[in-house]
C-alpha cells in the first residue's frame, strides 16, 4: 500500500519507468478479490497477481497473459469490442480552453460492471480521455480480471480489478478504502452494475427474484455511492457520480412485462436526485444516465428477436444503441465542462421516449 503522502504522479511515473510495485492490501471482507499489476505496461508476458480473501485467510496466484493477445473483451458471439488507445497528454498543449474542460487527465474513476457491455466500454473511455488510474469492479472474476489487464496493456493506464459485490457494504467499503490508498483519490464513480429481468407478468412474479433485482440495482447503487461518496468527502475536492439507470425508469416499456425492473431504476433515478441535493455541499455532483433499448450481449437472444423489431421501429433513430454510444456522456458528466450540472436524468435512446 502505498503512502497516502505520495503523489500519484510520482506512483504513474514510477510504474511507468517499470518499477516494480508491491501493494499491501488490507485486511477485507471474504468477498474481495483484485488483480494487481506490476508495471502499466506490458511489454513481455505479464504475469498478474490475483489475491483473494477468503475467511480471513489470504491466497495469492499468478496468471499469464500473453502478450500481444489484449484485443477486444468480448467472447465470440457477444458484444463486439475495439481496442482502447493511449491518450497523449502532450495534446493538451493543443486544446483550447474550452476543449481542456472536456478531459479526464490526472484523474482516477471506479466503474462498477466494468468487466463488459456498457460499463467496460466507459472504462475504455475514460481511459482515452486522460484518467491515470481505473478500478473496475464486477462480480464475475473471468470478464472483470480480463478487463482489467487488457485496459492496461492497451492504453498504459494502471487498472485495477476488484472482485466485490454491491449488496455487500462490508466489503465495499474495505474496496473504495483499498483503492483510495492505492491512487490516493477517487475523482469519478460510474455506478453501471445492474441486473435486469424481462418478461415476466406482475401476477406471478417470483417475491425472491424480485427481491434480488430490488437489493441489486438500487441497494448496490445506494451502498457504492456511499462508500464512494464518504471518499470524495474525506478528501474535500468532490467529485462526479454517475449512475447508470434506464429509460424503464421514465416510461413503461412495451411489449415486453417487466414491472420489477422498471421500478428499480425509477429508484435509481431518485436516488440519483436526492443524493445530488444531499451532497452538494462538499462539491459531489450525482447525475444519471438512462439508456434505451442498447444493442448489448443480453439483448442478442433469439427470444427477443421479435420484440426488438417493434423496439425499432418505435424508436425515431430506428436503430438499437451501440454499447459505445454512452461513453460521450458518461465522459461529459464526469469532466469539468458540466461543472453546473447536478442531479439530472439524461435520456439517450434515439428518441423512444418521444412518442
Aim: glycine share 10%.
Amino acid at each position: 500500500m502505498l503512502a497516502r503522502g505520495a503523489t500519484l504522479a510520482s506512483r504513474v511515473a514510477g510504474r511507468v519507468a517499470g518499477e516494480r510495485v508491491a501493494p499491501k492490501l488490507l485486511s477485507v471482507m471474504p468477498t474481495q478479490q483484485r488483480a494487481a499489476f506490476a508495471t502499466s505496461m506490458k511489454r513481455r508476458d505479464p504475469e498478474v497477481p490475483v489475491i483473494h480473501y477468503e475467511n480471513g485467510k489470504r491466497t495469492e496466484e499468478q496468471v499469464h497473459v500473453p502478450a500481444g493477445q489484449s484485443g477486444p473483451v468480448a467472447p465470440e458471439g457477444a458484444d463486439e469490442q475495439r481496442a482502447a488507445k493511449r491518450f497523449d497528454p502532450k495534446v493538451m498543449d493543443y486544446l483550447t480552453p474550452t476543449l481542456a474542460k472536456f478531459t479526464l487527465q490526472g484523474k482516477v474513476a471506479v466503474v462498477t460492471g466494468g468487466g463488459r457491455g456498457l460499463g467496460l466500454n466507459m472504462a475504455q473511455a475514460l481511459a482515452e480521455s486522460g484518467c491515470v488510474g481505473i478500478a473496475i469492479m464486477d462480480v464475475q472474476t473471468d470478464v472483470g480480471d480480463k478487463a482489467a489487464q487488457e485496459l492496461s496493456e492497451q492504453t498504459g493506464v494502471d487498472v485495477r480489478y476488484y472482485r466485490v459485490d454491491v449488496r455487500d457494504g462490508g466489503a465495499m467499503g474495505r474496496t473504495v478504502q483499498d483503492v483510495e490508498d492505492h491512487y490516493g483519490k477517487i475523482d469519478i464513480l460510474v455506478n453501471a452494475a445492474g441486473i435486469a429481468d424481462s418478461n415476466i407478468k406482475a401476477e406471478t412474479y417470483d417475491h425472491e427474484k424480485f427481491r434480488r433485482l430490488i437489493d441489486i440495482n438500487i441497494t448496490g447503487s445506494f451502498i457504492t455511492a456511499q462508500a464512494v461518496g464518504n471518499a470524495m468527502i474525506r478528501s474535500g475536492k468532490g467529485g462526479s457520480i454517475i449512475n447508470i439507470a434506464s429509460m424503464s425508469g421514465s416510461v413503461v416499456n412495451y411489449p415486453q412485462e417487466q414491472s420489477c425492473y422498471n421500478a428499480s431504476k425509477a429508484g435509481v433515478i431518485q436516488l440519483t436526485k436526492s443524493l445530488a441535493a444531499e451532497w452538494a455541499r462538499y462539491g459531489i455532483r450525482v447525475n444519471s444516465i438512462s439508456p434505451g433499448y442498447m444493442d448489448t450481449a443480453l439483448n442478442r437472444v433469439p427470444a427477443l428477436d421479435a420484440q426488438k423489431r417493434i423496439w425499432v421501429d418505435h424508436t425515431p433513430q430506428k436503430r438499437l444503441g451501440a454499447v459505445d454510444d454512452l461513453n460521450g456522456l458518461a465522459i461529459y458528466l464526469a469532466c469539468e465542462g458540466s461543472g453546473y450540472m447536478t442531479g439530472n436524468n439524461c435520456i439517450i435512446d434515439g428518441g423512444y421516449t418521444l412518442w
